[in-house]
Nanobody
Framework: QVQLVESGGGSVQSGGALKLSCAYSGYTASNTCMGWFRQAPGKVRVAVAS???????????YYAVSVKGRFTISREHTENTLYLQLNSLKSEDTAMYYCAAVRRYCWAPLHDASFDDWGQGTQVTVSS
């Protein structure tokens, strides 16, 4: 059974850091895509970062331009957990953050249409 459960959101001041976690079940270690998306009030959902894992198990990370160099995505399959480390947070990072996954190779790892399964979200609020 496929399940994604996010945690780790909260309120921080500008320049602070948070680490989001997504506990998952029903996914193998390879041939998957997993990622993080966010949606601010009144705005569309956008990609933050994703990891595309090949059949051989090699993973490649992709980042949105707005977060590259500040956020780091990682996956620990032995823990069945996807992480997103958020550093140097800005007020514009305030949003609901969603974990997403798909059980096949994804050709567009930063496009939400590539993903089949979604978590409920965790709120990140950055105050200036």
């Amino acid at each position: 059974q496929v399940q994604l459960v996010e945690s780790g959101g909260g309120s921080v001041q500008s320049g602070g850091a948070l680490k989001l976690s997504c506990a998952y079940s029903g996914y193998t270690a390879s041939n998957t895509c997993m990622g993080w998306f966010r949606q601010a009030p009144g705005k569309v959902r956008v990609a933050v970062a994703s990891i595309r894992t090949s059949l051989g198990g090699d993973g490649i990370a992709y980042y949105a331009v707005s977060v590259k160099g500040r956020f780091t995505i990682s996956r620990e399959h032995t823990e069945n957990t996807l992480y997103l480390q958020l550093n140097s947070l800005k007020s514009e990072d305030t949003a609901m953050y969603y974990c997403a996954a798909v059980r096949r190779y994804c050709w567009a790892p930063l496009h939400d249409a590539s993903f089949d399964d979604w978590g409920q979200g965790t709120q990140v609020t950055v105050s200036s």
